[in-house]
């Protein structure tokens, strides 16, 4: 089985399972909270798709290389929301296809003013992360 496969098995068990879980607590009118059993099963499930993820890798080599990939979606993350608020109004709404991310497309038809955007989000925020760089999964 390809790691794909095996990711995919393991995104419909976890579908399964919630779904499953949602339906069992609206039944039973609870739709908002989640049993101490159905968290640890759940806890369970996670576990078990990391490590099947993670291979043969040692679980400490696995945790840096995650924590590493955690950090930098923190920093995409953190400097959008940082330059929606810099250009407010400004800020291009995402095109429908989704190929281009809003800031790329503020680069695009605002190429006079890059040079000084990008000095006011170092003073700002003390990065700057190019449109072509964003941390982004296409499902945010």
């Known amino acids: 089985m390809s790691w794909t496969d095996s990711k995919t098995m393991k995104t419909k068990d ?3 399972y919630l779904q499953k879980n949602s339906a069992s607590q609206q039944t039973q ?12 099963q759940l806890g369970k499930t996670l576990w078990a798709i990391a490590d099947q993820l993670r291979g043969a890798m040692d679980a400490d080599d696995f945790r840096d290389y995650m ?3 955690l950090f ?5 993350d953190n400097y959008e929301a ?3 608020r810099e250009l407010g109004a400004d ?4 095109e429908v296809d989704g190929r281009r991310v809003p800031l790329a497309l503020w680069y695009a038809n605002n190429l006079g003013d890059v040079v000084e955007f990008e000095k006011q ?3 700002k925020v003390h990065y700057v992360i190019k449109p072509q760089y964003p941390c982004r999964t296409g499902q945010n």
């Open 91 to 94: 800020y291009p709404k995402p």
């Open 29 to 40: 009118g609870r739709t908002d909270l989640m049993t101490d059993q159905n968290q640890t």
């Open 14 to 16: 976890i579908s399964g």
């Open 67 to 69: 924590l590493s990939f």
């Open 121 to 123: 989000m170092r003073r």
């Open 72 to 76: 930098l979606r923190y920093l995409s």
């Open 82 to 84: 940082a330059v929606q």
